[in-house]
């Protein structure tokens, strides 16, 4: 059967107001009955990356959460709320983006994903065996409800790259060191991880996006008011890309779920439902720059990048007039290559694996991406 991805324009987060916009996002997809049954248990998995408020746009909305907790109990399911925060204490993150308000008020469970177990994946899969949150993988049902955001290091983080977040904590960060530089790779185990997951249901909240240098407080709030549904977070994602105005080859999750037939690629074999692309489509959206878009593959694109990774790969730095030298780059850096040093931050850029992971955790948006000079001039040729 063909994917199909519901869209549907919302503007502002009033509480009544985004419960009646879901309904009719879901309408078009049989609504919330087709994918959660009464009894089940049920992960409502948010963007939960930092303690950032909901202003800022760095996590999922808590008013879209609680819409769907509300729904869930109305159909007789057991919502619970839970993510894996990079690096902040699940606690602050929970109060300080409205995830712990929405919980106490429903009196449902709000916890962080904590404990991690191998799961085998299949023969075909480049990830033999996958570590990720007990708690996702014994939820009767998943519903994955990303954040419309940038990605400095993989262009969007949409539905597919949300469930990252069920692996947990710091093994994250582990993960970016064994992909190093090549984010092929990374992508192929982001695509094997949500496909191991498979949520039944994906919705996008865009109603606020975060364009620039996201996905943390270096990327710009601007209002969307796109919500976007499919229990294909492939397909979703895919739809996303048109509505954006992004080519697909650019997503490299999107280009590894069509290799692997994790979903639906091809948006001529999606229908899509409600609200039209081009009725949504922002007029502008600014994404980071990525100075490598071309997939990794191959021992000699691998070596040339090594080579070539300081002139032309944006390097991170912070910025002296924001950071307050709280030391979260530094306790988040796979590779240990930040220095906390006499009131500055010091860099070992030849070990750097410009996985980006201090921009995204920096809560003061002052570690920044500066690009090489080469870089410039390669990308204005
Ligand atoms: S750059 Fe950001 S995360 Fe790093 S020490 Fe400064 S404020 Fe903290
Ligand atoms: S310095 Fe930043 S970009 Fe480089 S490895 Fe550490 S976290 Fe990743």
Known sequence: MASKVALARSAGYRSGSVYASLEKLLLPLGGLGKFVKRGDSVLLKPNMLTAAPPESAVTTHPEVVKALAEMVIDIGGKPFIADSPALKSFDKVAEVSGMRAVAKRLGIPCFALGNSVDRKTGDEKMFKILEVSREALEADCIINLPKLKTHSMMLLTLAVKNMFGCVVGKRKAQWHLTAGLDRYYFAKMVVEVYD????????????????????????????????????????????????????????????????????????????????????????????????DMVPARGYAAKFIKKILKDQLVSRPLEDRSLCTLCGECVDICPTAVIKNEDKELEFDYNACIRCYCCVEICPEGAMKLYKPILAKVVSSI
Request: aromatic share 2%; glycine share 14%; charged share 20%.
């Open 196 to 291: 191991l997951l498979s949520p039944k249901l994906n919705i996008i909240d865009g109603i606020l996006g975060m364009e620039g240098d996201g996905p943390g407080s270096s990327g710009k709030p601007v209002e969307t008011s796109i919500l976007a549904a499919s229990g294909d977070g492939i397909a979703l994602d895919r739809v996303m890309l048109s509505l954006l105005g992004v080519s697909p080859k650019n997503l490299l999750t999107n280009v590894v779920a069509g290799e692997i037939g994790a979903g639906e690629t091809d948006i001529d074999k999606i229908n899509i439902e409600g609200d039209t692309v081009s009725s949504l489509r922002p007029d502008s959206f600014l994404l980071p720059e990525l100075e």
